[in-house]
């Protein structure tokens, strides 16, 4: 056991909140330490729809708040990381018998102006039978409302926050869980044990409690504390299906009871379908959808579609928990806040609890989160993510096209799909990827769809990956593309050479 080592912020929790948090501590100049029980993003944060948006659907239950925070931090994200997150239109179809036409204008006129609006289009009625978007769907489906929002590659957006946290200085500890906190007058006592077992004792002078659906059960069963605010734990599941329609317009539904379902062109050749909220009460770690689930999303779609799915078109599907701030108990999972709540608890040493929050308002969280309690640390710098571009996103006026055109130019021996998928997926990074690469045969072993050895090393040098799951699943989704052998052969490769695969992530990389 090493000797212990004191940190200004201890953050427990590797979703989304935990890193931002860690991200914007590290930048004002504070030590800090973040460690998560399993890979970064392994649950909720990898598990959403994989929007950036303000969420429409909260108008109806006058969030005109949360509204506005989340279209202004659109804007700002987009800016900060273009190549992971990028426009989307999207299209609704009018049902008289849901809401009224003038209803929905009205609430989309709203949606143009709560988020003083410069990078997107505004929206617009259309006639669904002149529209692209109206081909696929039931000839019935007259008009329709088109609108704009942006989409976001979930996990790495949570991996990029954690690289920059350690380039910053941060130690990013995934795979590690916080078994101890002990709590004194002026700082915490920690016990962090890895998953090898091996153990760390480390102090803090202040602890985040950034564990989503754990949240109580950090604070309550390993801090010894009593939780001051209600948590609600509610499932959102998401079926993947071969891709039903051939344009780059997205849908969203409205349901019979009142909900919105979103069928989303899903990595060219797919569609992504979600989500549901569900009331859970289970282990957040064992969450799974279920078969009422799958047709509760099927049955959405095949109220739209002239095209009709079924459970046995599921190509794949993930389900979350939502740990989401419950003060008012609203009987419907679905009308429950996705605000976020911070609770301080300075009566010794200071921990500060996140409670709800949706991905596209972690940014504001975060530096919400260090404005608490920066002055309890000693206050090093203030606010100054909101004009930091993440790893990677240091594109040249934010512009991805320009980008992507320019790195096609420079290494006219990628393939086309492989060229969009690195550009994509690691922005500037993938020079750093390719590192004097001139071909294929440069990538080294092969190991089905567009996996080459080259990107294997890279994501676990750089972006702690350790197992077939991480690397197929959260940091690419090349798990719809390769098949189980391959993915198995991988896993073996990664189990039986760890050492040579892996270095320190973070080591050596700049924005």
Sequence with gaps: MERERHYDLVVVGGGINGVGIARDAAGRGFSVLLCEQDDLAAHTSSASTKLIHGGLRYLEHYEFSLVSKALTEREVLLRNAPHIIWPLRFVMPHQPTLRPAWLIRLGLLLYDRLGKRRLLPG????????HPAGLPLRPELKRGFEYSDCWVQDARLVVLNAMDAAERGAAILPRTRCTAAERGAKRWRLRLQAADGSE?????????NATGPWVRRFLEQIAGLTAGTDVRLVKGSHIVVPRLFQHGYCYIFQNPDRRIVFAIPFEQDYTLVGTTDVPFTGDPATVAIDADEVAYLCDAINRYFRQQIGPDDVVWSYAGVRPLHDEDE?????AVTRDYALELDRTAAPVLSVYGGKITTYRRLAEEAMGAIESLLGRRRGSWTAGAPLPGGDLPQADFDAFHKDFCQRHPWLPAPLALRYARNYGSRSELLLDGATSLADLGQHYGADLYEREVRYLIAHEWARSSDDILWRRTKLGLRL???????????????????TTSAGQGLRN
């Design 123 to 130: 929206s617009r009625a259309i006639d669904l039978h002149r």
């Design 483 to 501: 098949p189980p052998t391959e993915a198995a052969r991988l896993q073996q490769r990664l189990e039986a050479e760890p050492a040579p695969l």
């Design 330 to 334: 609203v009987a419907d999972p679905a």
């Design 200 to 208: 760390r004792r480390v102090t803090a002078a202040c602890l985040v």
